[in-house]
């Protein structure tokens, strides 16, 4: 037995498998021990977010989300911990906020309203107008500041009190496993464009819809775009946390750019931007390549855009009184061109001394990016060029987007069905277990079916892990199919091998061999079935095929052999 043993666990296939079964491991990263509350998002503007308290990002595994560990040295390990600290905070008071990567200080704002009443006061305001001046007997048009006084409407603030400190919470992950909606709760919306989109049009369309829901603190979401076996487009949105009045109401709103300098909207998405160029020839790292400053790597891009003719004259007549500022070779305006999405400033950026005045529609649009390394700073300059790039398009696409379907989920639901998922995955393998045991009498056969089982379970789940793949219902589906189909596949390799017997096979690759024919004729049936669900159901049963595909191709190519060489090593005298 113990030679059986030693010869198992010095096999090259039972050493890949273990290697697979680590490298898993590794990718899940099972931490039961986790504690504190993982932060969704930071809300624009709130005290979180003026606290510098950063906003997690889209990228990254769950287990690399930063966690709220302490709340004014009150310990906090569940959402409820966390809401009941937070709802007992007052106006103006100091909270000191503790996580897993650093310490944050934030004032809690007093939540106000502004109202109009039925009377009016009298207001001195300055204002600027242009006057005159001899200057060295020089007639020069100069800018002068006057006070005057206006009537305007009476208002009164009123508290609302405590505001919102800006965080938005839920349990900590204790794994690198990625839940899907069904899981964690949230909101999925169906949207149709009304119009057929070409790939590059759908694409940045996504991408302006990514930018504005980003732009309201909502980083925790997925847009990917589907179709359905009868030719129809569709966008799928899945943003965890939100509810449905909050997501029905951002995608029905159309999405306002502006571009201000000063006061003065010069031009905005949509009619004003005819053109955002993104090809080599006219977008990229600007010629000047990139710089290095007490370690710190400086890389500018450069892109171009083109103006309706209207807004050109509006960029004239809001520049042709500002004052050229130089600084070393560089020369620009007094005032930046501040860019809004939705009211809410995305960015700012410097104007060219030469486009004072002038009313031209081919302008071009520069800024940075910067990093560690040089490579590091390329890559943070083109992303912002990208960033800048989606956002100066925003509005351009007129393009109406349907709402077909919305899916509000409880993540009470959510956490039932893990539960007692886990608990049937259990009690499944243990009648597996039974079932076999009955079949063959024999315990050296039930034991390596069942442990084949869970390290194919194992591996599945690391490979999800890796690669950043959702498990929703339809992906669990896949998951519990892809398990029986390899018990299936097992069965098979036991019953040809035993059968060898009885046929007088006495090579047991013959008998190996006849297995594996069988075996890999339901592997390519199966995986021919799926590729048409991918599309199928507008890709909301992609999870289902994507994990079965996957499933069946780890049991032939890894497990499968293992076990076939088990049972050999096993049964053979």
């Known amino acids: 037995m113990n030679y059986k043993l030693k010869a198992i666990f010095t096999n090259l296939r039972v050493l890949i498998l273990i290697g697979f079964i680590v490298m898993a491991l590794v990718a899940i990263y099972p931490n039961p021990f986790v504690k504190g509350v993982a ?5 624009t503007n709130s005290s979180a977010s003026l606290a510098d ?45 503790k996580t897993n990567k650093g310490l944050y200080r934030l004032t809690v704002k007093e939540k106000t309203e502004t109202i109009e009443l039925n009377e009016t006061v009298m207001k001195e305001i300055e204002e600027t107008i242009k006057v005159n001046e001899t200057i060295n007997g020089t007639v020069k048009e100069v800018n002068k500041t006057i006070k005057k006084t206006v009537e305007v409407p009476k ?22 496993i990625r839940k899907g909606l069904d899981l964690q709760g949230g909101t999925r919306v169906l949207l149709q464009p009304e119009e057929k989109q070409s790939k590059q049009d759908l694409e940045m369309l996504m991408d302006n819809m990514k930018q504005r829901l980003n732009v309201y603190g909502l980083s925790d979401l997925t847009i990917r775009d589907s179709g359905d076996l009868s030719g129809n487009q569709y966008i799928i949105v899945e943003i965890a946390g939100a509810n449905e009045e909050e997501i029905r109401d951002l995608l029905a709103k159309q999405g306002k750019f502006e571009a201000k300098v000063g006061d003065d909207t010069v031009f905005s ?50 520049t042709k009184n500002l004052e050229v500022i130089k600084e070393g070779q560089s020369s620009y305006l007094s005032e930046p061109l501040v860019l809004f999405l939705d009211d809410v400033e995305v960015d700012r950026l410097n104007i060219g001394s030469d486009l004072k005045g002038r009313a031209v529609t081919d302008i071009e649009i520069s800024g ?12 943070d300059s083109l ?21 077909v379907k919305i899916d509000a989920i409880s993540p009470v639901l959510g956490e039932e069905f893990v539960k007692n998922a886990m608990l049937l995955g259990v009690l499944a393998l243990a009648a597996v277990l039974a079932v076999i045991f009955l079949r063959y009498r024999k315990l ?33 589906a896949g998951i519990i199919i892809a398990i029986g189909i390899g018990v299936d596949h097992q069965i098979i390799i ?26 890999m004729g339901s592997y390519f049936t199966t995986m021919v079935a799926m590729i048409p669900l991918i599309f199928a159901g507008a890709g909301l049963l992609k999870g289902f095929a994507i994990t079965m595909m996957i499933g069946a191709s780890i049991g032939v190519l890894v497990s499968r052999p293992v076990y076939a060489r088990l049972i050999e090593m096993l049964l053979k005298e």
Do not use: H
């Open 53 to 97: 308290m950063p906003p997690p990002k889209p990228t990254g595994t769950p287990m690399s989300k930063e966690r709220i560990t302490a709340i004014n040295n009150q310990p906090v390990e569940t959402v409820e911990d966390y809401y009941s600290i937070v709802t007992d905070l007052r106006i103006n008071q100091s909270v000191q906020i």
């Open 494 to 519: 036991t019953d040809e091998t035993l059968k060898g017997e009885t046929r007088m096979i006495f090579n047991w690759k013959e008998r190996i061999k006849n297995a594996f024919f069988i075996i």
């Open 39 to 43: 932060i969704r998002s930071v809300l």
């Open 368 to 379: 940075s990016g910067f990093g560690a390394s040089q490579q590091e700073g390329v890559f």
């Open 269 to 318: 998405g949509g009619k004003d931007v005819t053109y955002v160029c993104k090809s080599a020839n006219c977008a990229g790292i600007d010629p000047s390549g990139c710089n290095q400053n007490q370690g710190q790597w400086f890389c500018r891009f450069r892109f171009s855009i083109t103006l309706s003719p209207e807004a050109a004259k509006r960029q004239s007549e809001a």
């Open 383 to 403: 992303s912002n060029m990208r960033k800048l790039q989606t956002v100066l398009a925003t509005g351009s696409l007129p393009v109406k987007l349907n709402i």
């Open 444 to 476: 050296k056969i039930a034991i390596p079916l069942v442990l084949i089982s869970v390290s194919e379970l194992v591996i599945l789940l690391g490979v999800a892990a890796l690669i950043g793949w959702n498990l929703d219902l339809a992906a669990i």
């Open 155 to 176: 208002t009164k603030k009123i508290s609302l009190g405590v505001e919102d400190i800006g965080l938005r919470v839920y349990e900590a992950p204790k794994s690198n």
